[in-house]
């Protein structure tokens, strides 16, 4: 079932956007929080993404649809001005993803595989590729805004020549771009304080999605001598309508936290479970699913890169490909 196998990728993607940048403030904050950062500084940001999804077909069973996918990205610092506004060159430096998913469908990719991607995996690996072959730069306040997005000809070249790149996947990209730093309280925050950002993704395929966060301060935790900033996330994901295929948010459930470093300005740590129950509605069909959904984001200095760990989903098909 091909609707089933092509949304997966997208909710992994809009929730990739909507979570790789939280950050988080102290009990009450002593200080209002901020990003922090020096010239020539480089960090790794890892992140891995685990989703189930079932779906009652009716007479036609229960259809299941397993994903994958870890990512590692590369911040360098290229300048910080006197205000504290950063230039920060962005890397994707390595995507893989396992998929498995309804009538025998399933791929296992990864960016740095010298093998050519062939069946399924050959419609991935174009974006893959894409997202992997330049890099870009933005400048960043100490709170977290964006601005000053810039693609690399290389990465412009390869955007335009991938799937939907004359249709606007530029602008789409650019706009995901403005969305990766996540934009802080301008005062210090109180223990049980929320605050909310929205993410939205102009997909030429699947249309308009936005993920609204909310965040809550929760006071701070000392950890290995690291005093840490706990913030608890609530996700609400809305997803429009599509000519083939319409999936209508239920129920929506969030456990997790964010850990960020209070003295050194800097994310940490992600951790979140998200729980979605909705109807997907195709062809005149209602059919009732649940998405579960684990995401893990890891910082460290460029030089203590973490041992990346493979996507947990394995192929379950002898039709998976590589």
């Known amino acids: 079932m091909q609707l089933a196998f ?5 909710v992994l993607l809009v929730a990739a956007v909507g979570c790789l940048c939280l950050v988080a403030a102290r009990s009450q904050a002593e200080a209002p929080l901020r990003w922090k950062f020096n010239a020539g500084e480089a960090f790794d940001y890892q992140m891995t993404q685990d989703m189930n999804m079932q779906i009652d077909a009716g007479p036609a069973g229960q259809l299941a649809t397993t994903a994958g ?9 290229k300048s910080v001005d006197d205000k ?7 890397k994707i430096d390595r995507i893989r993803m396992k998929m498995t998913a309804p009538g025998g469908q399933g791929f296992d990719y990864d960016t740095d595989s010298e093998e050519p991607a062939v069946g399924v995996a050959a419609m991935v690996a174009p974006t893959m590729e894409a997202m992997t072959a330049g890099e870009f730069t933005f400048t960043m ?15 412009l070249a390869a955007i335009k020549s991938g799937p939907g790149g004359e249709t606007g996947a530029v602008d789409q990209f650019k706009s995901m771009v403005s969305q990766v730093a996540f934009v802080l309280p301008e005062n210090p925050p109180k223990t049980g304080e929320a605050w909310t950002t929205k993410v939205a993704v102009d997909n030429p395929t699947s249309g308009n999605q936005t993920v609204e966060t909310t965040y809550t301060y929760d006071g701070t935790r000392e950890a290995d001598g690291t005093t840490y900033a706990v ?6 994901m809305e997803l429009a ?3 083939m295929m319409e999936m209508k948010v239920k129920e929506q459930k969030t456990d997790g936290e964010v850990l960020f470093d209070l003295k050194a300005g800097q994310l940490h740590s992600i951790s979140i479970d998200q729980n979605i129950a909705m109807d997907m509605v195709a062809q005149g069909q209602t059919m009732p699913g649940t998405i579960d959904q684990n995401i893990e984001v890891t910082v460290t ?22």
Do not use: C, F, H, Y
């Open 6 to 10: 092509v949304r997966p990728r997208l």
């Open 69 to 77: 996918q870890t990512m590692n990205m590369t911040w360098n610092i």
């Open 84 to 90: 504290g506004d950063a230039v920060i060159q962005q």
């Open 141 to 155: 306040s100490p709170r977290g805004e964006v601005r000053d997005v810039k693609i690399s000809d290389e990465l």
């Open 231 to 236: 913030i608890k996330p609530s996700l609400k």
């Open 241 to 243: 309508k599509n000519p």
């Open 301 to 322: 200095p460029a030089k203590e890169k973490p041992a990346t760990p493979e996507p947990k989903t394995e192929p379950k098909t002898e039709a998976a490909t590589k």
